[in-house]
């Protein structure tokens, strides 16, 4: 029961988008769907600061890791199509315009997710500090990793192993995230070059 509201923000990051689409003309709806993620977030923010306060260090870690994870295909592709309509806003006035909206809109959603996602790490830290697991710098320093795309995953993979918590799995993830890192660079390096 405890690991709903993690696997539904995951799926409510992939599909609000598809919910705006399919609503069609019902402007309200649209915007709704569109705010869902933020939404979301907040509740994920009081979820942790009422009930999760009495959830264990491991629980925490574990809402953590499913939406961590879980987000992991949302920032390659976002992050990909973001550089990619970046390096777009090169050409003539009138098209950088529009490629710079675009990728300011991407920011906005993909920054607003990451927000949302958040509060489980930072209820994770406070209370894997508090009981001496990790040390108040590092904690810190994971705090605010946990507000940059990337390093958010990769400051919990790093105390995930430091804590011998779910290895395989954090491996595994870590593994799959170079591999699709590594795709995506052959695939700008095959375009650009014209093979």
């Not at 799926?11 to 003309?25: D, E, M, P, Q, R």
């Not at 870690?61 to 994870?69: Q, S």
Request: aromatic share 14%; with cysteine; net charge positive.
């Amino acid at each position: 029961m405890t690991y709903i509201l993690p696997v539904l923000y995951v799926i409510v990051s992939y599909t609000f988008f598809l919910l705006a689409v399919h609503f069609g003309n019902a402007i309200t709806l649209q915007i709704v769907s569109i705010l869902l993620p933020f939404i979301m977030g907040i509740v994920n923010l009081i979820v942790v600061l009422t009930v999760g306060r009495k959830w264990s260090k491991k629980t925490l870690l574990n809402c953590t890791l499913i939406i961590k994870y879980g987000l992991i295909p949302f920032y390659l592709i976002g992050g990909s199509i973001t550089v990619y309509v970046t390096l777009m806003a090169f050409f003539p006035l009138p098209l950088m315009a529009l490629f710079g909206l675009v990728t300011i809109v991407f920011l906005i959603l993909g920054y607003g997710i990451l927000l949302g996602a958040a509060p489980y790490a930072i209820a994770y830290l406070i209370k894997s500090c508090k009981d001496g697991i990790h040390p108040k710098w590092l904690a810190v320093l994971a705090g605010i990793c946990q507000f940059f795309f990337s390093f958010d995953v990769l400051a919990m993979m790093v105390l995930t192993l430091k804590e011998r918590h779910r290895v395989k799995t954090t491996i595994a993830v870590f593994c799959a995230m170079c591999l699709a890192l590594l795709l995506i660079v052959l695939y700008v390096v095959m375009t650009l070059i014209g093979a």
